[in-house]
C-alpha cells in the first residue's frame, strides 16, 4: 500500500473524506486522494470520485457532480448506482431526457435486489414532469420486480394513472398497505398524502404531505435538493386544500 510523504495511503484520504463534516472539507480529502502518486486500485478510486461527487452536488454545482459521476462510468465498481448518481446530478442540472437515459441504464445493469428501485426512481422523475403514461411504465416494472417496497411502487403507479386520467378503484386499500410498511415512514408519506387527497381523506392528507414536508427540511442539504419537485408538488397540494377549505 503505496503512502505519501505524510505517511497517508488513499484509503486514509478516503477514510477522512468519509468523516468530513462539510462539504469543502469532504471535497479537499477526496482530491487529494485521487492525486496520490501511484496508481489507485479501482474500488478506491471510485469511492474517492463519489466522495467528489457528493461533494459538490451538496454544493449545488451539479455540472460538476456529473462530470465526476462520469468519470466513474466504466471503472466497473456498482456501475447501476453510477449511473444513478450520473441522473441525478444532471437531472439538477436542468437535462430530464438525459437524465432519462442514465435510469433506465441503471435499471438494465442493475442486478435484481436493485431493478425495482432504479425504475421506480425513472417512474418519479417522469411523474413529476408531467409525462403520466411513461412514468405508468417505469412505476409497472418497479412493482414487477420489487419486494419489500412493493406497496410504494403500486401506491405511485396509482398516481400515475390517476394523473393520466384513468380512474383507479381500491385506493383506501393502497394507503393501508403503504402505511404499514417502512417505506410509508419516509418518502412514502409523498406518496400516501397524495392518494388521501384524491381518495376525499383531505385531513389525512395534509398530515401526511406536512410529514414530509417538515422531515425533509430537517434532513440533508443533498436530500432537500433531490426531493425539490417532491416538496413543490406537495406544498402545492397543501395550498389547494387551504384554498378549498
Keep these: ?16 473524506a468519509l468523516q468530513a463534516k462539510t462539504a469543502a472539507a469532504r471535497a479537499n480529502w477526496a482530491q487529494r486522494g485521487l ?6 486500485e479501482p ?7 463519489r466522495q467528489l461527487y457528493l461533494a459538490f ?15 466513474m462510468v466504466g471503472l466497473g465498481v456498482l456501475e447501476d448506482v453510477v449511473q444513478q448518481d450520473c441522473a441525478r446530478a444532471i437531472h439538477a442540472a ?7 437515459g442514465h435510469l433506465r441504464l441503471a435499471a438494465r445493469q442493475a442486478p435484481a435486489s ?19 403514461p411513461d412514468a405508468i411504465a417505469a412505476f409497472s416494472r418497479a412493482a414487477r420486480w420489487g419486494t419489500r417496497d412493493k406497496p410504494l411502487y403500486r401506491g405511485h403507479l396509482a398516481l400515475a394513472k390517476l394523473g393520466a386520467g384513468i ?15 417502512p417505506a410509508g ?3 412514502g408519506r409523498f406518496v400516501l398524502g397524495h392518494l388521501a387527497y384524491h381518495a376525499d381523506r383531505w385531513d389525512d392528507a395534509r398530515a401526511y404531505l406536512t410529514r414530509f414536508v417538515e422531515r425533509t427540511a430537517r434532513g440533508h442539504a443533498a436530500m432537500a435538493m433531490a426531493l425539490r419537485g417532491e416538496v413543490e408538488m406537495a406544498r402545492a397540494t397543501l395550498a389547494s386544500m387551504q384554498k378549498a377549505s
Aim: net charge positive; hydrophobic share 45%.
Design 1 to 16: 500500500m503505496p503512502r505519501d510523504r505524510r505517511g497517508l495511503a488513499p484509503e486514509d484520504y478516503l477514510a477522512h
Design 35 to 40: 492525486a496520490h502518486r501511484g496508481s489507485l
Design 43 to 49: 474500488t478506491t478510486k471510485a469511492m474517492l470520485l
Design 57 to 71: 452536488y451538496a454544493s449545488g454545482h451539479f455540472q460538476k457532480a456529473y462530470e465526476i459521476a462520469l468519470q
Design 94 to 100: 436542468g437535462d430530464i431526457d438525459l437524465a432519462v
Design 114 to 132: 436493485r431493478r425495482a428501485f432504479h425504475w421506480w426512481t425513472l417512474g418519479s422523475l417522469l411523474f413529476l414532469a408531467g409525462r403520466h
Design 167 to 181: 380512474q383507479i378503484r381500491g385506493i383506501s386499500q393502497l394507503i393501508v398497505k403503504l402505511a404499514d410498511c
Design 185 to 187: 415512514q419516509g418518502y
